[in-house]
Each structure stands twice: as structure tokens, then as C-alpha cells.
């Protein structure tokens, strides 16, 4: 199994540029999750969806938008990069929601110049 | 809200030294417990974690943590430690939000 896949791994935007991190997992779960990571910040939720259809802000929304696809994907957008979104991005799954544990993706390690 | 206190943000150990890394967790009902490892440039991935009945929970690679209720507390500990157990190390809670919340994180640097 592959677990939790992002794309890209690595990515260098302009101000003002957008772009979409992208997001699947294989394990037929049914709540996906965007985590940003910062230095001395631990991890943020960004957006979640409890389930398929359903999306919910987290602690830091402001600046990105979210699409359920379907329930495999889950893709987290920014709309006109800024560089105070210069951050490690995480996806990450649950079968059940936060209550049983999350498998993490690998991460999109993001620059905004 | 619920929140999770790491407090010990950087620990430096020589190798075969024992750790203990704190956690505190601010939320008064039932809650479940993780802690989460992140070896250098690689994803987080579960190292133990507490539902119920046990208060002390064993995990991989030789980690266990202590579940104290009356301190709000799920300290890690490990023995003894070895080189690979370089990483940063995140506490995180769930409770009546059914979503995760994490710590700010505790860098481990054991040193060979």
C-alpha cells in the first residue's frame, strides 16, 4: 500500500503565483487533513474533511481553499502565494477522525519567493 | 480549547543516556493520546499512542509513555538511547474535537 501520497515534494513559487498540492490515499479512509509545519510551531491544521463532500477550516485557513474530490483525494490550493506560506505541507488520513491516529504523507516542502 | 505543551523544545543526549520528553495537555474529558516521531526529512509516523485501561503504553523501537490523568501528563521515555533516535518528537491529544492537536515539537540530538 501506498499510504498517503503528495505531490509535489518540492515546489519554488513567485508572490502572487498559485498553485495546487495534491493529495490521495489509498486506505479508504474517510477524514483527510492539510497540516502546515513551522519551525518552534509544531503542526496547524490548515483544513479538514471529516467526510467525503464536507470541508471545515481549521486553526489557519486564511489564504488557502481545500476540494474533497472524492474520498481518496483531498487538495489544499493557494490562490496567490505569499511568503509567509513558506512552510512544509502535510496530508495526512484517519478511518475515523483525530480519535484514532493519523497516517501521515510525506509532505510538500513549499517556497515562496 | 484544548492545547498540548511540550516544554522541553531542545535535548541533547550522548548515546545510552536515558529521555524523557514532557507532555501536558489542557482538556478536562476523555482524550487519546499519540506521540509522533519525524526523523530528518522524512513524514511523521506513530511511535505509540493511548486509548484506554493501561496507563503505561510501549511502543516501537523500545519507547513507552506513562498516562498520568491526575497531571494532564503523557511523558515518553526510552532506556537508553541510540543515534538513530535523532528526530523531533510531537506530542498530540484528541478529544472532544475528534481531531488531532499537536505540540510544538521537542528536537532530539543524541550524540554518538
Known amino acids: 500500500n501506498a499510504g498517503v501520497t503528495q505531490t509535489p515534494k518540492f515546489q519554488v513559487l513567485k508572490t502572487g503565483q498559485s498553485m495546487t498540492l495534491q493529495c490521495a490515499q489509498d486506505?479508504?479512509?474517510?477524514?483527510m487533513y492539510w497540516y502546515r509545519q513551522d519551525p518552534g510551531m509544531g503542526l496547524r491544521l490548515i483544513y479538514y474533511?471529516?467526510?467525503?463532500?464536507?470541508?471545515d477550516k481549521g486553526e489557519v485557513p486564511n489564504g488557502y481553499n481545500v476540494s474533497r474530490l472524492n474520498k481518496r483525494e483531498f487538495s489544499l490550493r493557494l490562490e496567490s502565494a505569499a511568503p509567509s506560506q513558506t512552510s512544509v505541507y502535510f496530508c495526512?488520513?484517519?478511518?475515523?477522525?483525530?480519535?484514532?491516529?493519523?497516517?501521515f504523507g510525506s509532505g510538500t516542502r513549499l517556497t515562496v519567493v | 480549547a484544548q492545547s498540548v505543551s511540550q516544554h522541553n523544545h531542545h535535548v541533547i543526549l550522548s548515546e545510552a543516556a536515558s529521555l524523557e520528553l514532557g507532555c501536558n495537555y489542557s482538556y478536562g474529558g476523555t482524550v487519546n493520546l499519540f506521540w509522533y516521531v519525524q526523523y530528518p526529512g522524512q513524514h511523521l509516523q506513530l511511535l505509540l499512542k493511548?486509548?484506554?485501561?493501561?496507563?503505561l503504553v510501549k511502543g516501537i523501537k523500545g519507547f513507552e509513555a506513562e498516562f498520568i490523568k491526575s497531571k494532564f501528563s503523557f511523558n515518553l521515555r526510552k532506556p537508553s538511547v541510540q543515534w538513530s533516535d535523532t528526530a523531533e518528537y510531537f506530542c498530540a491529544v484528541s478529544g472532544a474535537t475528534n481531531k488531532l492537536i499537536f505540540g510544538t515539537g521537542t528536537l532530539l540530538a543524541v550524540q554518538p
Open positions: 495526512a488520513s484517519s478511518e475515523y477522525g483525530g480519535n484514532y491516529g493519523y497516517t
Open positions: 486506505m479508504n479512509h474517510n477524514s
Open positions: 474533511s471529516a467526510s467525503e463532500g464536507t470541508t
Open positions: 493511548y486509548f484506554s485501561g493501561d496507563p
